[in-house]
């Protein structure tokens, strides 16, 4: 590692909130845009799933609709 | 050869094949980008002139650059919409958006960050910089003109002339460093001759951007699987898929 202590990896001669800042940032957009579309599709499988099994139960809708 | 296209137009084929390539596209895309930021960030030697704060190099080049290809993919999949009608393409463009535009806003927010130490300021009205806005502003409007419609069709339509129309932007973010010089630095990558960085610092900065690059295809392919199911909610192999409670 290039800092020699932990200070100056959290410093990094003045530059570190730059640094830091930008990083932590990145890190949670891209944690964003990584967990959005699963949950996305799972929550959609899920609320189908849901609506295909209400209306299995309901006798006014044939197979054929469901 | 022709096969392989009927295959791509097929939405059943396309979400089992992604799911095959990202279960192993997704973990590489991760360590690839805990290899290359902890690169970056913690064993390069700080900059000679900029100090440590150049180190947002590592964030901020690869954010920019696969913001721009992920440009082409959307104006390219809105374009072969356009000509051939290929609902996928519609997909793809559609699922290119929110992440071309999460990169752009990263590259422009790591700039201003990177900025402030650097040049004395947040934010100037420099070319390069406000083409970079442009192009936030063009995904943007991708997405808001794609929920602005009812109709499906046509919004995919509008959005692949919006995407074509906003292609004049690129050659002017790739060239406005050399055409209007001020205070964003030129690349110091290049593809035909020197280089104007240290080995040292290219290699984990390779890394970096081929990591992006892979982020940038793991969040496309993730956007389209969802869009798939949505899109064939009526179908019975999305019926199936709901029914057998398996989210994968």
């Known amino acids: 590692m290039y800092f020699d202590s932990f200070d100056a990896l959290l410093t990094m001669g003045g530059h570190g909130g730059f640094v830091w800042s930008a990083y932590l940032i990145t890190i949670l957009v891209m944690a964003a845009i990584l967990i959005a579309p699963g949950r996305r599709r799972k929550k959609f499988l899920r609320q189908l799933a849901g609506e295909l099994k209400r209306s299995r139960g309901d006798p006014n809708i044939t197979e054929e609709e469901v | ?248």
Not at chain 2, 45 to 51: C, I, K, L, S, T
Not at chain 2, 131 to 147: C, D, Q, T
Not at chain 2, 174 to 200: E, N, R
Request: aromatic letters at 14%.
């Open chain 2, 1 to 248: 050869m022709w096969s392989f296209f009927h295959k791509l137009g097929s939405p059943p084929w396309l979400y089992s094949i992604s799911g095959v390539i990202l279960r192993w596209l997704l973990p590489i895309t991760l360590v690839a980008l805990a290899v290359g930021l902890t690169w970056g960030l913690l064993f390069t030697v700080p900059d000679f002139r900029q100090g440590n704060s150049y180190r947002i190099i590592y964030i901020h080049v690869p954010a920019a650059v696969v913001a721009l290809a992920g440009y082409y993919v959307m104006a390219i999949a809105g374009a072969i919409n356009l000509i051939w009608k290929m609902k996928m393409a519609d997909v793809a463009m559609k699922s290119a958006a929110p992440v071309g535009a999460a990169l752009t806003f990263v590259a422009l927010l790591t700039g201003a960050i990177w900025g402030k130490p650097t040049w004395g300021t947040w934010w100037v009205w420099d070319a390069r910089i406000t083409s970079m806005l442009i192009l936030l502003f063009l995904y943007l409007g991708v997405i808001a003109l794609y929920e602005a419609f009812d109709n499906k069709e046509a919004a995919g339509k509008a959005c692949a002339v919006l995407c074509l129309v906003g292609m004049v932007n690129i050659p002017i973010i790739y060239k406005s460093v050399d055409w209007w010089y001020s205070l964003h630095q030129p690349a110091s990558i290049k593809f035909t001759g020197d280089s104007s960085i240290d080995t040292s610092m290219l290699y984990p900065l390779l890394l970096t951007i081929a990591a992006f690059y892979a982020l940038f295809t793991c969040c496309l392919l993730m956007n389209m699987r969802a869009e798939l199911l949505q899109r064939g909610a009526r179908t019975s192999w999305v019926k199936k898929l709901a029914l057998a409670g398996k989210s994968t």
